[in-house]
């Protein structure tokens, strides 16, 4: 293995990260009121989402930087985009998204857990 595999294998892809820093550069040339709204939609999601797949992540924050260019290039009001709960919107967004999340390890774990004190009972 390769130093360059090896940091990836720890750290994730330096495409990935080349791709998401791209698609962070679009958001952040958005012209107001849009680079506001996108930016808080894209921390929100980094926060939330617990996306651990950097594939996926990638590809959902270019469709974010997507949605937010499609909505200035059109003049579209941001609460058309978000509507009236942001929160409902950002949550609905990033449900289509599946990958590997943070929370998928410890479900496993707990699964596992409680299935080796079911066999211990026995």
Do not use: C
């Not at 892809?13 to 012209?31: G, N």
């Amino acid at each position: 293995m390769t130093v360059a595999n090896w940091i990836e294998s720890i750290a994730g892809s330096f495409e990935q990260k080349k791709q998401y820093k791209r698609h962070s550069a679009r958001i952040d040339s958005l012209p107001e009121p849009y680079d506001t709204a996108a930016k808080a939609v894209l921390r929100y999601l980094n926060y939330s989402s617990g996306l651990t797949d950097g594939a996926t992540l990638v590809t959902m924050v270019g469709d974010l930087a997507d949605l937010w260019e499609r909505a200035a290039l059109d003049g579209t009001p941001v609460r058309e985009i978000v509507g009236d709960d942001p929160v409902d919107f950002a949550e609905t967004f990033v449900r289509a998204y599946t990958g590997k999340h943070w929370i998928d390890k410890e479900r496993a774990r707990l699964t596992e857990a409680i299935e080796n004190a079911e066999r211990e009972q026995r």
